[in-house]
């Protein structure tokens, strides 16, 4: 379904975790959200690139948490979606997440994956 959302010059790619933790969630909703991510990434990227999906166990600590309004420490299901394309202008950057919470990766990680702290 994914795949026909983006075109043929992007590589979608999945990195899950094999033991990962269950969550209490609306499976559309969440489909909602990777889907408007998916798409995000795909705009940004003019011409070729990847899109990767990971999901995995991480911990939010107290630092990440003073950063990230609403977020708990503790033990947390991660879903990331990032791109190789270009990065959230940065007049909008402010307003989609913290800019010192960006990941030090080669890619850019948003939306979801912003509270991605502890997994960068
Ligand atoms: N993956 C991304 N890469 C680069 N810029 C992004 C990405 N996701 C969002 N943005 C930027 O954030 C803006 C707001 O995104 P969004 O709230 O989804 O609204 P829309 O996609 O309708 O413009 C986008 O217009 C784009 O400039
Ligand atoms: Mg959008």
């Given at each position: 379904?994914?795949?026909?959302?983006?075109?043929?010059?992007?590589?979608?790619?999945t990195?899950?975790?094999?033991?990962l933790?269950?969550?209490?969630?609306?499976?559309?909703?969440?489909?909602?959200?990777?889907?408007?991510?998916?798409?995000?990434?795909?705009?940004?990227?003019?011409?070729?690139?990847?899109?990767?999906?990971?999901?995995?166990?991480?911990?939010?600590?107290?630092?990440?948490?003073?950063?990230?309004?609403?977020?708990?420490?503790?033990?947390?299901?991660?879903?990331?979606?990032?791109?190789?394309?270009?990065?959230?202008?940065?007049?909008?950057?402010?307003?989609?997440?913290?800019?010192?919470?960006?990941?030090?990766?080669?890619?850019?990680?948003?939306?979801?994956?912003?509270?991605?702290?502890?997994?960068?």
């Open positions: 379904m994914l795949r026909r959302l983006i075109r043929e010059d992007i590589e979608l790619e990195v899950t975790d094999a033991k933790g269950t969550v209490k969630a609306d499976a559309g909703q969440i489909e909602q959200v990777v889907m408007n991510l998916v798409v995000n990434a795909r705009d940004a990227i003019k011409a070729g690139g990847r899109i990767t999906i990971e999901t995995a166990n991480v911990t939010l600590d107290e630092d990440c948490v003073r950063e990230h309004g609403g977020a708990r420490p503790g033990a947390h299901v991660m879903l990331a979606v990032s791109d190789t394309g270009e990065r959230i202008p940065s007049d909008v950057l402010p307003y989609s997440l913290n800019r010192s919470s960006l990941p030090k990766r080669s890619v850019e990680v948003r939306g979801l994956a912003s509270r991605r702290c502890t997994a960068s």
